[in-house]
């Protein structure tokens, strides 16, 4: 298995690429949309990127789960409800989810996702 740090350098390389931004900008703690200002559309293709970098499958909805965040179950007036925390938490092991628990509000949730947990994910597919 590679290690932390090569499994970083090719999420970083990912990035750049379907991104278009700069290698210094993709740090441990940068955020998807608000550092890097990935945009739905770049999801699909950072999935293809990693699922091609890494030589893992990556299904629909397993790294974003927008489901969740559309789901009128767990979603109420904006915000995620304790129950849709849960699921996102269930679903996303990989992910810091302090900070959003913090503010739940829908639209704050495509500040979550970092860097770091891009790399989390990938380690955690890699060990499965």
Known sequence: MPSREEIFDKVRSALVDALGVDEDDVTPTATMVGD?????????????????????????GELFPEDVLSSSEFVTDGKVTPAGIAALKARMPFADLSRFES????????????????????????AA
Do not use: C, H
Request: no cysteine; hydrophobic share 45%; proline share 2%.
């Open 36 to 60: 890097l200002g990935a945009e739905s559309i770049d999801f699909l293709d950072i999935v293809f990127r990693l699922e091609k970098a890494f030589n893992i499958k990556i299904s629909r």
């Open 103 to 126: 503010n739940p509000s829908v639209q704050n949730f495509a500040n979550t996702l970092t860097v770091e947990d891009m790399v989390r994910y990938v380690q955690s597919k890699l």
